[in-house]
């Protein structure tokens, strides 16, 4: 039987710039792609610019539409410079919370990006 391969995790954005910026400046990702309205960034995740790909996907982009992210996905990054990722954080980030250590024993930030999708950063287990 045939199956499909899982690929990436592609998330609508309103502004290309401003979450290229959050997620290469402030988190260190690195772009592999970079089609303007879609970028494709080396860990697999793959931002698209939302009302293009509305377009693409249902002939138009949606009128009246709520932001993309609403707090049920969490994009989960791991790094061992979890302090040094903090930092790089600009006081205007909509933070859930700082550095905090979980139940589980693993120290992590939880914020939002530019579009409400929820980032999780933590350190390895």
């Given at each position: ?67 993309y ?17 903090f ?21 992590v ?17």
């Amino acid at each position: 039987m045939a199956k499909p391969v899982f690929i990436n995790t592609l998330v609508f954005v309103s502004d290309m710039k401003r979450s290229v910026d959050f997620y290469c400046h402030r988190l260190g990702q690195t772009v592999a792609q970079d089609h303007g309205d879609f970028v494709q960034l080396e860990n697999g995740l793959a931002l698209h610019r939302g009302p293009a790909l509305e377009a693409t996907m249902f002939g138009a982009p949606s009128g009246e539409r709520s932001p993309y992210g609403r707090g049920n996905l969490v994009l989960y990054f791991e790094t061992d410079e979890l302090e040094a990722v903090f930092a790089r954080m600009p006081l205007k980030t909509d933070l859930i919370h700082p550095i905090e250590t979980q139940a589980w024993g693993q120290k992590v930030f939880r914020c939002y990006d530019p579009d409400g999708h929820i980032v999780e950063v933590g350190e390895p287990m």
